[in-house]
Each structure stands twice: as C-alpha cells, then as structure tokens.
C-alpha cells in the first residue's frame, strides 16, 4: 500500500490505518511466537523445517517471476499480500532456529554477532513499519532477508539428519544463494541459464565466505549440555570438581587439570571435536578427543587432561570446545587463584 492510500485511509479510518501499521506486525509475531511453542513441544523438526522452506521457496519463484508484471497491471494489492505470505515464511524460520543458535552460540565469543544478527532478522520480519522502512524499499535487501532465512534454517536442519556442521554450513550458503535463481532473472530479462551461472558464481563466493567466517556462526544444532573443570575424571565421571576457582597450591598439588563437557548432538551425527585449553587468552594446549556420537539427550560425554602447568600457575584459564574445523561449540571457564 503506497503513502497517498494510506494517507486517506487514517483520514477516513484511523483505526484502519493503524492496524495497517501495528495489527499486521502483532498477528505474524503471535503466530510465531505460537509456532515457536509448538516446535519447543518436541514436534519433527526435521520435516517442518523442510516444509516450510519448499513452500517458501515455491512461493518466492512464483513472486519473483510474476511481481513486475503485477505491479504494471496495477495489482499492488496482490503484490502486497504476496509480500506478506513471504515475509511471514521467514517470520516463522528465523523463529524455529532461533533457540537452536541460542543454545550454540557463545555470548563472549565472536559467534555471538551471528546470534545478534539473526535476532534482528526474526524482529525485522514481526514489526512491519521497520521491515517497510529497512527491507522493503530495496530489492537486494529482501532477497538477503530471504537468502538468510534460507541459510538460517537448511544451518540447523542438515545437522539433524546427519550432516556434519562444516558441511551443512558451506551446503546451506550454496542452497541458500542458490534459491534465489528466480529473482536473478529480473523478471524475464535474463535467461534461466544466466540466471542459473550468475547464481553458481555467487554460491560459490558464499561458500568461501563461510568457510574463512566459520569462527562467527554457531555449529547449531551442537551444544555444551554440562561443563565443570576438576582435578580428574573417573569413569566418566568429575572428581573433585572446580566451583569457579582453586588455588594454585592445590593444583600444584594435584600436578592436573581435567575438562569435563557434554556436547550434545542430534542422532547420527558424528563430529570430531578439540578442547583447545588457554591461560589468561594465551592457548597452552589443543587436546583432539573422541568424535562426538549423538543422540543423547544428556549429550556425550568426553574429557582432557593437561599436566602442561608451567609456573605461575595462577591466572585465567579457558577451555573451549571446537569443531575439528574451528567452530566454538562452547566454553569453560575457571580461575586458579595465587
């Protein structure tokens, strides 16, 4: 709806053009919202991701190749409600995926950006005056919601059906720039072949990008499910665990460390992992483990120890667990007191 209709319509029916404004953006964030409960309730998430993202993309072809001629027949109306049924697609996406990230992501940690961003996406999409204010003017700024929405969501639903997250991420950055073929054609002018060459050279830019830009997005759906430092681990289990801090005169004592975490993963994901030890941000230690085997509701259960304590000893240490490819699945962190 352009400003002059809307204009008249809070002239006539203020009420009108407020629910125009404000009604639309309450309605898709309860929608979502509800949608978010109903996925948090331990239904499929597999299969109503994939649903949703073969709908959206349906929809986004058909849109893309009929908007221009739409918009010349003066059917605004139906571009608009086009543009809504997309929009709430991707509301919806970014909504399911959301907690996934959350749980990954590791707020001291440069992946957090990737968490912050998503955020912003998923409220751009719920509040319709920013998303007419910030998105909707520019074409190539709707098809990077799109191509992000779409990236987002194929991030977490690869994974869940086996695909290691190194993998899933650099498939979902070719999948998601990949879809977007159809508004490559601008609306007819380019062939499908050209459309479909540009798209290739631009997937294979977004692969590179996510690749060398791996430390930044969480390897969702991976997450510390427990994490306690301690003086050893005995079949499987602490002993002597950490609370926050220990002195050094124990630890010198103990002549060890010992990091305990529980990675969780989805069924039949199997993942090399590292704990990559530091003191006071300088890494003194990288600890290859056993590959991660998911399905376990309490996550699996791996440790390292480091006997590398050279004097002092004191100071801050830090205990991440990466990816065999670099992503932070999570952190631990303790202090051993002077």
């Known amino acids: 709806m352009d400003a002059t209709a809307l204009a008249q319509l809070d002239a006539r029916y203020p009420w009108v053009g407020w629910m125009w404004r404000w009604g639309i953006s309450a309605w898709s964030l309860a929608l979502g919202l509800l949608t978010l409960f109903v996925f948090r309730r331990g239904l499929p998430h597999v299969g109503w991701i994939v649903g949703y993202l073969l709908l959206l993309w349906y929809l986004f072809a058909v849109f893309a190749e009929r908007r221009a001629v739409l918009e010349r027949r003066g059917r605004g109306l139906v571009v608009a409600a086009g543009e809504y049924v ?33 955020t912003a996406a998923a409220l751009v999409t719920a509040i319709d005056p920013a998303y007419r204010r910030f998105i909707q003017p520019s074409a190539v700024r709707r098809h990077l919601l ?13 994974p869940l059906v086996g695909v290691r997250p190194i993998m899933a991420l650099a498939g979902s950055a070719a999948l998601a720039v990949l879809s977007i073929t159809p508004a490559l054609r601008q609306g007819g002018i380019l062939s499908w072949k050209k459309a479909y060459a540009r798209a290739a050279i631009l997937a294979c830019l977004a692969v590179a990008l996510v690749w060398f830009g791996r430390a930044v997005v969480p390897p969702a759906p991976l997450f510390l499910a427990q994490r306690v430092a301690a003086r050893a681990v005995t079949d499987l289990t602490p002993v002597d665990v950490i609370n926050e801090s220990i002195p050094a005169a124990s630890v010198e004592d103990w002549g060890q460390l010992a990091a305990y975490t529980a990675v969780y993963a989805p069924g039949g994901l199997k993942q090399a992992v ?9 890494m003194f230690a990288r600890i290859p483990l056993s590959p991660v085997s998911g399905g376990r509701a309490e996550g699996f259960r791996t440790y390292s120890i480091t006997r590398r304590l050279m004097p002092p000893i004191a100071g801050r240490y830090r205990v991440d667990v990466v990816t065999a490819s670099g992503q932070l699945i999570g952190r631990l962190r303790f202090v051993v007191t002077p």
């Not at 997309?86 to 509301?91: E, R, T």
């Not at 799109?146 to 194929?154: N, P, R, W």
């Open 86 to 118: 997309i929009l709430s697609l991707c509301h919806n996406l970014l909504l399911f995926v959301l907690p996934a990230y959350y749980a990954s992501a590791t707020l001291t940690s440069a992946n957090a950006a990737f968490l912050a961003v998503l």
């Open 146 to 158: 799109f191509g992000f929405s779409v990236f987002a969501a194929l991030n977490v639903a690869l």
């Open 274 to 282: 590292e704990h990559v030890w530091s003191r006071n941000g300088v």
